[in-house]
Nanobody, 122 residues
């Protein structure tokens, strides 16, 4: 059974930082690209960042470039998202996802976590 479990969400003030983790089990982690997506209330789930199988490539949504960093530890089957200089527009439920393609498209990700809430107060 494939499981993706996010952690690290919470409430933070504008300008603050949070680090998210996603622990993965039930699949060959190092063979999958990993992505982070987010969904704000009444909005569609959108791409945030992705990292390739062996950590060689990363891609970010424009609004998070320079503030967020995606990384992975294949020995721990875990992907991370370090978020700095947060603002209220970053408030959303954050989801990690596993896919066979290095992609920003939701449809390319087969497995999803349940999400973790990130709230940024002004």
């Amino acid at each position: 059974q494939v499981q993706l479990v996010e952690s690290g969400g919470g409430l933070v003030q504008t300008g603050g930082s949070l680090g998210l983790s996603c622990a993965v089990s039930g699949l060959s982690f190092s063979s999958y690209a990993m992505g982070w997506f987010r969904q704000a209330p009444e909005k569609e789930r959108q791409f945030v960042a992705t990292i390739s199988w062996r950590d060689r490539y990363t891609q970010y949504e424009d609004s998070v470039k320079g503030r967020f960093t995606i990384s992975r530890d294949n020995a721990k089957n875990t992907v991370y998202l370090q978020m700095n200089n947060l603002n209220p527009e970053d408030t959303a439920v954050y989801y990690c996802a596993a896919g066979t393609y290095f992609s920003s498209r939701r449809s390319d990700y087969k497995y999803w976590g349940q999400g973790t809430q990130v709230t940024v107060s002004s």
